[in-house]
């Protein structure tokens, strides 16, 4: 009779992964310094290279194959008539220096933008808070690049309003108040 099959040798259970490293220092370094990296509609040139670094995010960020995915909004709904946006808003964001982020700061954010001379949010009216978490975006002229204006890492970035009112746009340039993972200690 032939021999029985040997047991299999127990198999050890994987190693735990390790925590993610939290706190440190990220050192960024480009052959020009930026001039403005904290006031986003005045973001120019190869500024934004460093808004990626400094704790800037946006309501929505590019993803594969030319989509849209969210990141300070959670998800949105075009009106059936296309006559606008609404935006529901990821809970619990505070903005480096502390105050919440919610839909007032996108209401003051996107009233600068719509204010500047920039060509973005083309056909965008106004924008309504609906509530804490809800901002509306009316459209005018509805165009299928308001998203994308949205998911731009140069102009529709979200800065705490707080900041911007107790300094002003020529210190926000250089002392920018997100909400990413990274603050700005020194510049």
């Not at 083309?122 to 009316?138: A, C, H, K, P, Q």
């Not at 309003?161 to 990413?180: C, I, M, N, S, Y």
Request: proline content about 11%; hydrophobic content about 40%.
């Amino acid at each position: 009779a032939p021999a029985p099959a040997p047991a299999p040798a127990p198999v050890p259970a994987p190693a735990p992964a390790p925590e993610p490293k939290r706190g440190g220092i990220l050192k960024v370094r480009y052959n020009k310094a930026p001039v403005n990296i904290g006031y986003p509609v005045e973001i120019v040139g190869a500024c934004h290279h460093y808004v990626a670094n400094v704790g800037l995010e946006r309501l929505l960020k590019p993803g594969e194959g030319g989509t849209i995915e969210p990141l300070l909004a959670t998800s949105w709904e075009l009106a059936p008539d296309k006559s606008s946006y609404t935006f529901h808003l990821r809970k619990g964001v505070k903005f480096h220096d502390g105050t919440d982020f919610d839909a007032q700061a996108v209401k003051y954010n996107l009233d600068i933008v719509l204010a500047s001379p920039l060509p973005i949010l083309i056909g965008v009216e106004s924008v309504d808070v609906i509530d804490d978490y809800t901002v509306r975006l009316n459209v005018s002229q509805w165009t299928n690049l308001i998203l994308q204006d949205l998911a731009n890492d140069r102009t529709c970035l979200i800065v705490s309003p707080t900041a911007l009112e107790e300094h002003d746009k020529e210190w926000a340039k250089t002392h920018p108040v997100g909400t990413g993972p990274f603050k700005i200690k020194s510049f």
